[in-house]
T-cell receptor, first 114, second 114 residues
């Protein structure tokens, strides 16, 4: 299985809602990533987990809360988001954090905040 | 500062003609270079990478890229374009030392004309 899956595909939420994005991979990868991508822009790194521990937080607002329950799963908990947080949220994984490894991306969750 | 540049927002090529998508980089140390492709409403897909060795790297779907150290470039090429190659292409670099992050270029939209 060389796939990264993400659910849901689309999510619409109000500014007072709490929701979660899910990501799963079964490639045995030990590094997992969350990116935010605005239309026609490159992905922006948000968080990196290495061996289920948070290793990089790119100064992301606390209304985004990542969680890595096990080596195959990555969640992104959302609370009190703003309309400007509307974007495509991409999950990725790689075999490790070494500089040589390419990342495998999921199809993304298209988030709209009303 | 570490950076990667894709000087063209869009490249138009007739089907069957060769295509080139340009990428230049600026990093300290030896770079690790990647190309990714993104189809509409999808995540990024890995195409190829340069780590070391032969300057000409072959990747998926008939794409190749040439690493040129003196010009700090890593242009993506394909001898004969297909309409299905139409997508958004991202060049990315991981600086050779001391940084786990990947830096993406802004992206180049490739439009293959039938």
């Amino acid at each position: 299985d060389t796939e990264v899956t993400q659910t849901p595909k689309h999510l619409v939420m109000g500014m007072t809602n709490k929701k979660s994005l899910k990501c799963e991979q079964h490639m045995g990868h030990r590094a997992m990533y969350w990116y935010k991508q605005k239309a026609k822009k490159p992905p922006e790194l948000m968080f990196v987990y290495s061996y289920e521990k948070l290793s990089i937080n790119e100064s992301v607002p606390s209304r985004f809360s990542p969680e890595c329950p096990n080596s195959s799963l990555l969640n992104l908990h959302l609370h009190a988001l703003q309309p400007e947080d509307s974007a495509l949220y991409l999950c990725a994984s790689s075999q490790g954090l070494t500089l040589l490894n390419e990342q495998f991306f999921g199809p993304g969750t298209r988030l709209t905040v009303l | 500062a570490q950076s990667v540049a894709q000087p063209e927002d869009q490249v138009n090529v007739a089907e069957g003609n060769p295509l080139t998508v340009k990428c230049t980089y600026s990093v300290s140390g030896n770079p690790y270079l990647f190309w990714y492709v993104q189809y509409p409403n999808r995540g990024l897909q890995f195409l190829l990478k340069y780590i070391t060795g032969d300057n000409l790297v072959k990747g998926s779907y008939g794409f190749e890229a040439e690493f040129n150290k003196s010009q700090t470039s890593f242009h993506l090429k394909k001898p004969s374009a297909l309409v299905s190659d139409s997508a958004l292409y991202f060049c990315a670099v991981r600086p050779g030392r001391g940084d786990d992050k990947i830096i993406f270029g802004k992206g180049t939209r490739l439009h293959i004309l039938p």
